[in-house]
């Protein structure tokens, strides 16, 4: 078999020192049987020659036995955790972390999984409602009315999971269309941004906290035990992260008025706040919408602002 030198580097690059080692022989000939018979370490220390840059010329036996050591003597261990990393700050490699399993998953099988959720979850509701006035029976609207709505009704008899299930939940056709048209032009980019097991703990925080806040401000404030529905709160604080993410990104009001996302994040806020404690009449649970913003603001910072 031919020798096939392998060039470790034809022209120093600028800045570094040429390397006085240039070839490696890959050839079974450079490690014959003479080779290693005749080769003796303090002989050929004593034979050991010096280039004009100082560096030491190797004789071709001695290269032989390096590149055998480098190679195949390392790499017959197997062991990879205990190898020498130049790009590791502690001088020692370790593997990779491994990727968690669900930012692993393709992000549209969270996203129109939720949006699925939420599909599904309307058109219970809906067959609970048509039901009930067409045959008189309530016990599906009654399961649904125990188990997917918040309040405090439903936390003292200790339906703790509604301040979860509530989050997937949507009675209304306007509330659902509203919802899934903010959620489908806003959720992609938080994704690409969060990737998905943030976006989902981004996506449950929003929901919980704006039922808690539900609960706390029809409780204690308001004194009146009203039912919500979580999924605004949700849908809110995807909003507010993308607000903060890209402030300069442009909101187009009710679909039509553009306004900058910088303005219309304290907008909003102002706006729910305001209707929370004045507007008693209304059907919209604005304190849990004020919950869910507040959520989205406070993961930015968290996950962003303060990491910087």
């Not at 004593?46 to 071709?60: C, E, W």
């Not at 393709?106 to 006035?133: E, K, M, P």
Request: proline share 5%; glycine share 8%.
């Amino acid at each position: 078999m031919a020798s096939i030198p392998l060039l470790l580097s034809k022209r120093p690059p600028i800045g570094h020192r040429q390397c006085a080692i240039r070839f490696f022989d890959l050839s079974v000939s450079s490690l014959s049987a003479k080779a290693s018979l005749n080769f003796r370490p303090a002989q050929a220390l004593h034979k050991l020659a010096l280039d004009s840059t100082g560096n030491v010329i190797l004789p071709k036996s001695l290269r032989g036995v390096l590149q055998f050591v480098r190679t195949r003597a390392l790499n017959a261990t197997h062991r990879d955790g205990l190898r020498f990393n130049r790009g590791s700050s502690s001088g020692w490699g370790r593997p990779p972390p491994r990727r968690d399993w669900l930012d692993s998953l393709d992000s549209n099988v969270i996203f129109y999984g939720i949006i699925a959720i939420n599909v599904g979850v309307y058109l219970v509701w809906q067959s609970a409602i048509s039901s009930y006035r067409v045959m008189g029976d309530p016990t599906l609207l009654m399961f649904l009315r125990n188990n997917f709505l918040v309040d405090i009704r439903n936390i003292s008899a200790g339906r703790i999971w509604t301040l979860l299930t509530a989050c997937f939940s949507h009675k209304d056709t306007s509330h659902a269309l509203f919802n899934g048209l903010t959620f489908y032009f806003m959720a992609p980019a938080v994704m690409r941004l969060l990737g998905n097991k943030r976006f989902l703990m981004l996506y449950f925080l929003g929901g919980i906290s704006s039922s808690l806040a539900s609960v706390a401000w029809n409780t204690f404030v308001r004194h009146e035990p009203v039912s919500s529905h979580g999924a605004s709160g949700a849908i809110m604080a995807t909003i507010a992260l993308y607000a903060c993410a890209f402030p300069n990104n442009t909101f187009l009001i009710f679909f039509v008025i553009p306004c900058p996302a910088w303005v219309f994040l304290p907008g909003i806020l102002i706006y729910d706040g305001w209707r929370s404690i004045s507007d008693k009449r209304t059907t919209t649970d604005s304190a849990g919408h004020v919950g869910g913003l507040l959520t989205g603001v406070g993961y930015y910072v968290w996950r962003f602002a303060l990491r910087r």
